[in-house]
């Protein structure tokens, strides 16, 4: 079942952030996302789950032209998403990413990793990229690490660095691809702390994650994702206690 592009759970693609219709894409002969439609509203934090491979990943790499789609629509902040649009760097400034690994620069300090893209990219001066870099780190409860090199860190205060790192750029759609995948239990907890909170401060996000909990107590809605497609999507209540689909069903009785 194909969620309908134009309206998906009360989110209207008029009035939406982010909006994908009739989103295409293969590697080869595999379909990977799969007529998918999908609209997100500003302040919005939707949570895709579903199995390996499912193209939850793709997606969302798709969104900011990490990874090219083959046909459809895809709009943020009301502009086209193609190799044609000239808007496509100044659009990718607009949302922010965090991936699986952490992606730091390991000649630079936690401060010098949040200031670079500022200077290079905003072309804010040295002083305005580092009050903006301690305020970012403040803010995910790592400025006290600003003088550190990423590999005297742990695993989970890298990732709460490299997400300083993307606020920082004042992105209005934030990007989180499995984040806490690489880390163990005992810094997990403290990067899902940080997305709540921004969830919480009605940051827009799309968040793909295999953290249930995180998606029950902080998504506006949960998509659930398989053969490329989005089955069904609504807020977490109804998904995680009545799902539609049988797949969804199955899915959910293996892991919650």
């Not at 309206?7 to 209207?12: A, F, P, S, V």
């Not at 199995?51 to 459809?72: F, Q």
């Not at 620069?105 to 990219?121: H, K, P």
């Not at 890298?158 to 004042?170: H, I, N, S, T, Y």
């Amino acid at each position: 079942m194909t969620q309908d592009p134009a309206k998906t759970n009360g989110t209207n693609a008029s009035d939406a952030i982010v909006v994908l219709e009739h989103v295409h894409k293969w590697f080869g002969d595999l379909h990977v996302l799969d007529d998918v439609g999908l609209s997100v509203a500003l302040g919005e934090t939707v949570v895709l789950i579903g199995p390996s491979g499912a193209g939850k990943s793709t997606l969302i790499r798709c969104v900011n032209r990490l990874e090219r789609h083959d046909s459809g629509h895809i709009r943020v902040c009301g502009r086209e998403m193609t190799d044609a649009s000239k808007d496509v760097q100044e659009i990718r400034r607009e949302t922010g990413m965090v991936f699986q690994q952490f992606n730091l620069f390991q000649n630079m300090t936690v401060l010098e990793n949040v200031t670079y893209a500022q200077r290079a990219i905003l072309n804010r001066s040295k002083e305005q990229a580092e009050a903006v870099a301690l305020g970012q780190l403040e803010r995910v409860g790592t400025r006290d690490l600003s003088g550190k090199y990423p590999a005297q860190l742990s695993g989970g205060e890298q990732q709460r660095v490299a997400m300083a790192r993307a606020l920082a750029m004042d992105p209005k759609v934030m990007l989180f691809d499995e984040p806490t995948s690489a880390l163990d239990p005992e810094t997990t907890g403290g990067v899902l702390d940080v997305m709540a909170a921004l969830s919480a401060e009605d940051m827009t996000m799309i968040v793909v994650s295999h953290e249930m909990s995180f998606a029950r107590s902080a998504a506006h809605r949960v998509g659930f994702m398989a053969d490329g497609r989005i089955l069904e999507i609504a807020p977490p209540g109804d998904l995680f206690t009545n799902p539609r689909e049988q797949r969804t069903r199955h899915f959910l009785d293996q892991i919650v």
